[in-house]
């Protein structure tokens, strides 16, 4: 007999990044209570890993507990960014109902639609929250238009189109259901959770069923499953089955040792959980996403959708340049696989394959953004090694076309740079579908392209529109290949020899193009040191001393003004280096360079493909 749980709601909130899912969070937290009065708290608490904090990006979906009249509100913060996309889907399984955040400015954006798309296909009712309508200049008006629009595109049926609209500060904590009434607190936004978002249901008298939806990773007690509890209960030292949806022979049986609920943003220990309840359950060593954990008696399990394939694969080489091992603390390849493979016990969109060699694994993920995090956390952990330029991942058809991963790409852009923009799409392979005007003075532009027609393009995109464009793309399904797209038009300088940067050799080189690095570092043969202004490879001494002659004062070298060195982010190197080309990654440095150092080694391989390329 299914009942209705009135003492709880599961919730998630979605939305397009930056929109303030994060910032909302916290003032729900605030505001029920979660806190002492006297308690420093953080912005946005819910963001815990470094990088998160730092970029104010959410990567992995979070949850946490508040309790407004009785009735507890699990909330599910989720990542807005395509290419943490995998998390939203997976967390969606585990809640009734969800909280679309849209700022009153930017209004609907692509990563709206995409996860207001996943949330219809499941049939969950929406709260649509108008946040930042304190900005200057704010439309919620023209907002909830737009979301309304959306909503059709997107087919919703009429209950999920009579949906109730929240306006709100998240920075201000205040919310109203009506825009000529100012808010005082959240309080509004409590009520229509309580309303609108339906109790869970489930048979209390059934026996167990528990879909693991999100895997939490600690150092001490391993893998813990997240999931909700969708009929019976689960009590501490309970027999269960694990069962899977897509892996029928997968039938193993375990203890669950301990159980935790969310209360705030902590995890507190309970001995028995009843239907509806989000739960925590650790101690069971290959407890996986999509896993259903079921009574022995009746296993049976739960449909749970298949996560989005990768579309992006780059390589993780150990690192064997001549600066090798003296940054980094881990640097063999038993180090790196070990951590890559550790990677996938919480990241279900990651892919670690072994390749011909020991020495190299190719990692697939959703995108540039996905992978970078994950070099950028390896590499502040002490890791030392080299990664290859990213490149897609191509599938066949039946008839043996190829076929390469589309990207719907949107860009707002000021009309000035609409010409340029288009330009540079367009020999990325980019066809423009639509052009709209945006806002005062700016143009929408929206353009299906191929994922490799994106790659290295950010940087050269914010240089192109001074930093006032914003760009945002989400994956469009497998096209046929498009053709041969050329990266970079410029070639790279190299070193020549092994040594220090000298100031002489630096002013000789900066002649050329634009230089990385600075007087005083390392560099070896095979090291890109910069940028060439034309289209071909340079090699250059930039270790090269001037001659000492009796004419001449020592003195004379101080005189020589060197422009300071273009220092790329990690992001900036990913998307510079070429085919041929590696980055070098430790904990203090990162390097491009050659993939063969030998200068005549690596002319004889450029000569071998190009007349291979000549006879295709």
Not at 276 to 281: E, F, L, Q
Request: some cysteine; hydrophobic content about 35%.
């Amino acid at each position: 007999m299914r009942q209705k749980r009135e003492d709880v709601r599961n919730i998630a909130i979605i939305a397009h990044v930056d929109h303030g899912k994060t910032t909302l969070v916290d003032e729900l937290l605030k505001q029920s209570g979660v806190f002492r009065e006297n308690q420093a708290v953080a912005e946005r608490v819910m963001d815990s890993g470094d990088i998160e904090r730092e970029r104010g990006i959410t990567i992995l979906s979070k949850n946490t507990a508040v309790t407004y009249k009785g009735c507890k509100i699990n909330i599910i913060d989720t990542p807005g960014h395509a290419d943490f996309g995998g998390e939203v889907e997976r967390v969606l399984k585990m809640v009734n109902g969800v909280i679309l955040v849209v700022d009153a400015f930017e209004g609907a954006m692509p990563q709206t639609r995409f996860v207001l798309r996943k949330a219809l296909e499941l049939g969950l009712p929406v709260i649509v929250c108008v946040n930042k309508i304190d900005r200057p200049e704010a439309r919620p008006v023209e907002v909830v238009d737009e979301v309304l629009e959306l909503f059709l595109d997107l087919d919703a049926d009429d209950a999920q189109l009579d949906c109730p609209f929240v306006y709100a500060s998240a920075k201000t904590g205040t919310a109203t259901l009506d825009l000529e009434t100012p808010g005082v607190n959240m309080e509004p936004l409590f009520e229509t959770i309580l309303d609108y978002i339906p109790a869970p249901e489930g048979d209390p008298q059934a026996g167990t069923q528990v879909l693991i939806s999100t895997i939490d990773y600690n150092e001490y007690v391993g893998r813990i499953g997240v999931g909700k509890v969708d009929n019976g209960s689960v009590k501490v030292n309970q027999e269960v089955v694990i069962v899977n949806h897509h892996d029928p022979d997968k039938i193993r049986k375990v203890k669950v040792s301990k159980l935790y609920e969310f209360d705030g943003l902590n995890k507190v220990e309970v001995s028995e959980a009843s239907i509806g309840s989000i739960v925590a359950i650790s101690g069971i060593s290959d407890i996986h996403i999509g896993d259903t954990l079921c009574s022995p008696e009746n296993p049976s399990p739960i449909p749970f959708q298949k996560i989005s394939e990768p579309t992006i694969a780059m390589h993780f080489i150990v690192n064997d340049s001549p600066l090798a091992g003296q940054e980094g603390k881990y640097v063999t390849s038993r180090h790196i696989r070990d951590r890559l493979f550790r990677e996938l016990n919480t990241d279900v969109s990651l892919r670690v394959e072994e390749t011909d060699t020991t020495e190299a694994f190719k990692v697939s993920g959703r995108g540039e953004l996905h992978l970078s995090v994950l070099i950028e956390n390896m590499r502040r952990e002490g890791y030392e090694f080299a990664v290859s330029k990213a490149e897609v991942l191509y599938k066949t058809d039946e008839n043996g076309k190829k076929l390469e991963p589309m990207e719907l790409c949107y860009i707002d852009v000021p009309e000035e740079f609409s010409g340029t923009v288009i330009e540079k799409l367009s020999m990325r392979k980019g066809e423009l579908q639509n052009m709209s005007a945006a806002s005062t003075g700016y143009t929408r532009l929206e353009f299906s392209i191929p994922a490799r027609g994106l790659i290295g393009y950010r940087g050269e995109f914010l240089t192109d529109t001074k930093g006032n464009g914003v760009m945002n793309s989400t994956f469009d399904g497998y096209g046929p290949y498009k053709g041969d797209i050329q990266y970079r038009k410029q070639g790279s300088l190299i070193a020549f020899e092994a040594g220090e940067a000298i100031t002489y050799g630096l002013y000789n080189a900066q002649e050329r193009g634009t230089l990385f690095i600075s007087p005083g570092e390392k560099v070896y043969s095979g090291m890109v040191v910069g940028q060439n202004g034309k289209g071909e490879d340079i090699e250059l001494n930039v270790c090269k001393k001037k001659q000492l002659t009796n004419t001449r004062s020592s003195s004379a070298d101080e005189a020589l003004r060197l422009t300071p060195p273009k220092v790329l982010s990690l992001e900036q190197a990913l998307e510079f280096i070429d085919t041929d080309e590696l980055l070098e990654i430790t904990p203090k440095s990162l390097r491009i360079r050659k993939k063969i150092l030998d200068p005549t080694m690596r002319k004889r391989a450029a000569m071998r493909a190009a007349s291979l390329a000549q006879k295709q």
